[in-house]
């Protein structure tokens, strides 16, 4: 809830006569899955250059498991609000912040 004196979020209240300032960041998703999307690339690479069955299908397997998780993975945007007692992220969404 946003009103003219006040902002609630999350259960705490902040004044907005004590915010000196508000700035949006973006934190990236976790790139986690990319190295094991490279790592299934890999595989699949050796197992295909020695015609290794077996090899091929977990190197396709964890290639495409990379690849999805990779693709599901969000940024988390985050509301800072500062104030003269620091700054506190306020609000975070994966949605991002209108």
């Given at each position: ?59 396709v ?24 007692s ?13």
């Amino acid at each position: 809830m946003v009103a003219n004196a006040r902002l609630v979020s999350s259960g705490h209240t902040y004044a907005i006569a004590g915010v000196t300032s508000v700035k949006a960041i973006v934190e990236p998703a976790k790139s986690t899955a990319v190295g094991w999307a490279i790592l299934g690339a890999i595989v699949l690479l050796i197992a295909l250059l020695n015609a290794w069955v077996l090899g091929i299908a977990r190197g396709v397997i964890v290639l495409v498991a990379g690849i999805l998780v990779a693709k599901s993975q969000k940024a988390t945007h985050h509301l800072i609000l500062h104030s003269s007692s620091g700054e506190v992220r306020a609000i975070s969404s994966q949605d991002g912040i209108p």
